[in-house]
Each structure stands twice: as structure tokens, then as C-alpha cells.
T-cell receptor, first 111, second 112 residues
């Protein structure tokens, strides 16, 4: 099971782009990288998922280098409502295996 | 709103009580997960059901007893819990393709 490492916390001003990096050195061939956002007392909410290179959706971009040992979640022009914990997960696509969370990154957006 | 519904939203129980948490999804997902989350900590995996069969038990104490009566429903039966079992209990489901987990908003459990 690939272990993930993220910064414990980050601060950003409103309107700035935020990049959160995740390290996953022992990622396996069948693993995808998935990011979730969680607000207090709510379930984690899916943000974006990718296998390699770059993936973009309406809320974020995910950059994955060729060796796939790290990934970067990019949130464009954050607002106060983006204050949350962001989790990077490495998820196997083979069967229904364990899906475990790392420590996550607490993002605080400052006005 | 989420597509995974957990009830009740809040539960207070004594250490001698028996209660159950319920999780429902109608998306046709065939894997369902229970997680426990303490304050300011990440969710911890407890159980995984795959095609209504228990496939993963993360050495959870027997006072937590999961049940999957059908593909849409997942229960967590609670008995003789301890105050340290107070936490947010999250349920998630996953489709058979590469799609990610869908989480409910959890049941906030307080054991007194």
C-alpha cells in the first residue's frame, strides 16, 4: 500500500493560486492518485483523480510527473470557502482493496 | 447533498446500549466501506464489503459488527462501546470501474 506524505498545513490569501504537493514514492503501476476535500463534520468530497501527466476539471488541476512519485494539486484563485483539509490518496484499481488516508493538508485561506 | 445517505446524523449512546448506524446508496456500487474519524485526524478504514461479503476487517474490536444485507445497504451494529469510540463514522461506496469513493456525511457518535 503506497504511503503518502503532504505538508501538514498551508496558508494562502484569497485570490491566489494554491499548490499542494503529495509524495508517494512506492506507487504501483495499477494505482491512481485521487484528491479529496473535507470540511469539518462532513464526509470527504472528491476533487480530482489522475494517472499521469495533467488532469483538469472545473475546480482544480492535477499535475503528475513521469515517474509518478509525487503529484501536485493546484487550486486556482482560492476563496475563503476553500478553507478545508485536502487529502491525497493512492488508490489501486485492482479489485476493491484498502483505501487509506494520509495525514492531509489543512489549507487556511486568509482574507 | 450526497448520494450516500447515512442515518442517524447524530447519536448519543451509553456504554451498555446497543445501536446501529445505517448507510444506503442506490448507485449500483458493489463495494462499501466504513471509516472512523476522530477530531483533527484522517479517516481510518474499519471494514470493506465487496459484493455483499466482508473482504477487509482492519482488526476492529468485536463491539463493532458490520452487516451488508443487500447491495444498497450497509449497517454497523454497536454494542458495549467505550467513550473513546466517540467519533464521526463515515460510509463510502465505490463503483466497479476506476471511479473514486463516494462518501456520506457521516454519523456523529457520542458514547457517554
Amino acid at each position: 500500500l503506497a504511503k503518502t506524505t503532504q505538508p501538514i498545513s498551508m496558508d494562502s490569501y484569497e485570490g491566489q493560486e494554491v499548490n499542494i504537493t503529495c509524495s508517494h514514492n512506492n506507487i504501483a503501476t495499477n494505482d491512481y492518485i485521487t484528491w479529496y476535500q473535507q470540511f469539518p463534520s462532513q464526509g470527504p468530497r472528491f476533487i480530482i483523480q489522475g494517472y499521469k501527466t495533467k488532469v483538469t476539471n472545473e475546480v482544480a488541476s492535477l499535475f503528475i510527473p513521469a515517474d509518478r512519485k509525487s503529484s501536485t494539486l493546484s487550486l486556482p484563485r482560492v476563496s475563503l470557502s476553500d478553507t478545508a483539509v485536502y487529502y491525497c490518496l493512492v488508490v489501486s484499481q485492482v479489485g476493491y482493496q484498502k483505501v487509506t488516508f494520509g495525514t492531509g493538508t489543512k489549507l487556511q485561506v486568509i482574507p | 447533498d450526497t448520494e450516500v445517505t447515512q442515518t442517524p446524523k447524530h447519536l448519543v449512546m451509553g456504554m451498555t446500549n446497543k445501536k446501529s448506524l445505517k448507510c444506503e446508496q442506490h448507485m449500483g456500487h458493489r463495494a462499501m466501506y466504513w471509516y472512523k474519524q476522530k477530531a483533527k485526524k484522517p479517516p481510518e478504514l474499519m471494514f470493506v464489503y465487496s459484493y455483499e461479503k466482508l473482504s477487509i476487517n482492519e482488526s476492529v474490536p468485536s463491539r463493532f459488527s458490520p452487516e451488508c444485507p443487500n447491495s444498497s445497504l450497509l449497517n454497523l451494529h454497536l454494542h458495549a462501546l467505550q467513550p473513546e469510540d466517540s467519533a464521526l463514522y463515515l460510509c463510502a461506496s465505490r463503483p466497479p470501474d476506476n471511479s473514486p469513493l463516494h462518501f456520506g456525511n457521516g454519523t456523529r457518535l457520542t458514547v457517554t
